[in-house]
């Protein structure tokens, strides 16, 4: 009787032990914050700026910073998965005093323009649209300094999606 007892504990231990091991590699093999952090600042010129967004509708950026009179590129990178015809992104960085809740609202009916409306009358500049694993850079000359702000503008995102650009 103590040999069985012995052997049904075992197996069972054995098995706990198995299915804490596939739990953790689950774990380990999904998560957007990792893969967000793949992307890095490039070193040097501080108007050379990465952002990434996800799938989770997400910048892992709030706010950027640039001097004011020189060059300004901007590379966007999607990190997600998702297809651009469901969880597209772009960047888009919006003139001074431009009310970004209406531009997102109307950006969500400019689909044939890749959500940018007004042949862009608002905009200082864009990237295209893209999807997950997809990058996207644009360069402009920086504006004035001041504060504007930016967003993602397939449709809902810049809910979420949206930061401010401080040009010092």
Same mark, same amino acid.
């Given at each position: +009787?103590? !040999?069985?007892?012995?052997? /049904? @504990?075992? #197996? @069972?231990? /054995?098995?706990?032990?198995?299915?804490?091991?596939?739990?953790?590699?689950?774990?380990?093999?999904?998560?957007?914050?990792?893969?967000?952090? /793949? %992307?890095?600042?490039?070193?040097?010129?501080?108007?050379?700026? %990465? *952002?990434?967004?996800?799938? +989770? +509708?997400?910048?892992?950026?709030?706010? #950027?910073?640039?001097?004011?009179?020189?060059? !300004?590129?901007?590379?966007?990178?999607? %990190?997600?998965?998702?297809?651009?015809?469901?969880?597209?992104?772009?960047? %888009?960085?919006?003139?001074?005093?431009?009310?970004? *809740?209406?531009?997102?609202?109307?950006?969500?009916?400019?689909?044939?323009?890749?959500?940018?409306?007004?042949?862009?009358?608002?905009? #200082? =500049?864009?990237?295209?649209? #893209?999807?997950?694993?997809?990058?996207? !850079?644009?360069?402009?000359? =920086?504006?004035? =300094?001041?504060?504007?702000?930016?967003?993602?503008? @397939?449709?809902?995102?810049?809910? *979420?999606?949206?930061?401010?650009?401080?040009?010092?």
């Amino acid at each position: +009787m103590k !040999v069985l007892k012995v052997l /049904v @504990f075992s #197996i @069972f231990a /054995v098995i706990a032990v198995s299915c804490g091991d596939k739990k953790e590699e689950k774990k380990a093999g999904f998560s957007y914050e990792k893969k967000s952090e /793949v %992307v890095k600042e490039a070193q040097g010129d501080s108007n050379d700026v %990465v *952002i990434t967004g996800n799938d +989770m +509708m997400q910048f892992n950026k709030k706010e #950027i910073r640039i001097k004011a009179g020189q060059k !300004v590129k901007i590379t966007l990178t999607h %990190v997600g998965k998702m297809d651009k015809n469901v969880m597209g992104h772009n960047f %888009v960085l919006l003139k001074s005093g431009v009310d970004l *809740i209406a531009f997102g609202n109307k950006a969500s009916s400019a689909k044939d323009t890749e959500y940018i409306p007004d042949d862009g009358a608002d905009v #200082i =500049a864009h990237t295209k649209l #893209i999807g997950g694993g997809e990058t996207a !850079v644009v360069e402009f000359d =920086a504006p004035a =300094a001041g504060t504007y702000d930016f967003l993602c503008s @397939f449709p809902g995102h810049y809910a *979420i999606m949206k930061g401010k650009l401080i040009v010092e």
